[in-house]
């Protein structure tokens, strides 16, 4: 397992599930005492340090590891998650980091799939490594676009479909839900947006034999040059 596997990676090998539901993920986080590194995803660390701290939505929030990062940094977070036993995980690892960080997070376990009901907008927006079908890929991501503030910036990071190719060791056969940075710039209303990033990126993981390998992610920061007028 690479040690920046994120929340929706999904894990490899046969009999593959379909659904990735809550039950699925519940299961999957009951399987062990942690299943991610605990570190932050490094394109959210990349892309983030040097914006202002204002409020951030970490969608997928898995064990915590982003929000975390993000309140250390002064951003006030909204951490959501479909897995239950990822948010009570995610709670005590913000504990450890102190009661100022802690306050700074607030937990909650829903289904975005299932549609957004967040009514408030945010200065960040970030989902990392959300591997959905296309439609469902497609809603979600819209809807999260339409929570960005006037000058805020929506961050999406998930696997390019050449990991296919290169680290398919690593990643689960599901073609389908790869994207590239350019399938998410489509979903956004261009007079809205300034594009700041659209590009694959590449960085090495350790694979399950130890080996190194190279992985791509697909990479889109955007800014919003208008104010959000959440539904």
């Known amino acids: 397992m690479s040690a920046n596997h994120h929340h929706h990676d999904q894990p490899t ?36 340090a ?16 982003d929000a975390i990062w993000l309140a250390a940094r002064g951003w006030q977070v909204t951490a959501v998650d479909i897995s239950q036993v990822a948010l009570d995980r995610a709670v005590a690892h913000a504990r450890d980091a102190g009661a100022e960080v802690a306050e700074r997070i607030t937990w909650q376990q829903t289904d975005l799939t299932e549609g957004v009901a967040l009514t408030e907008t945010y200065g960040l927006v970030s989902a990392q490594f959300m591997q959905l079908p296309p439609a469902e ?14 000058g805020g910036t929506l961050l999406i990071v998930g696997h390019h479909p050449s990991d296919l190719e290169t680290a398919a060791n690593l990643r689960p ?23 700041v990033t659209a590009e694959a990126r590449t960085r090495s993981v350790v ?9 791509r992610d697909a990479v889109l920061v ?3 040059t208008t104010t959000a007028e959440p539904s």
């Open 13 to 48: 090998g046969p009999g593959e599930p379909e659904i990735y539901d809550a039950a699925f993920w519940d299961n999957r986080y009951a399987s062990a005492p942690a299943i991610w590194s605990g570190r932050p995803n490094p394109q959210l660390v990349a892309e983030a």
């Open 50 to 65: 040097d914006l202002t701290p204002t409020t951030a939505l970490d969608v997928g929030s898995g064990e915590g590891a």
């Open 137 to 150: 890929r497609d809603s979600l991501y819209r809807a999260l676009a339409a929570l960005v503030a006037g």
């Open 173 to 195: 056969h599901h073609p389908e839900r790869m994207f590239t940075a350019d399938d998410i710039v489509g979903l956004l209303e261009p007079e809205d947006w300034q594009i």
């Open 207 to 215: 694979d399950a034999d130890g080996g190194e390998v190279e992985v």
């Open 222 to 224: 955007a800014r919003r």
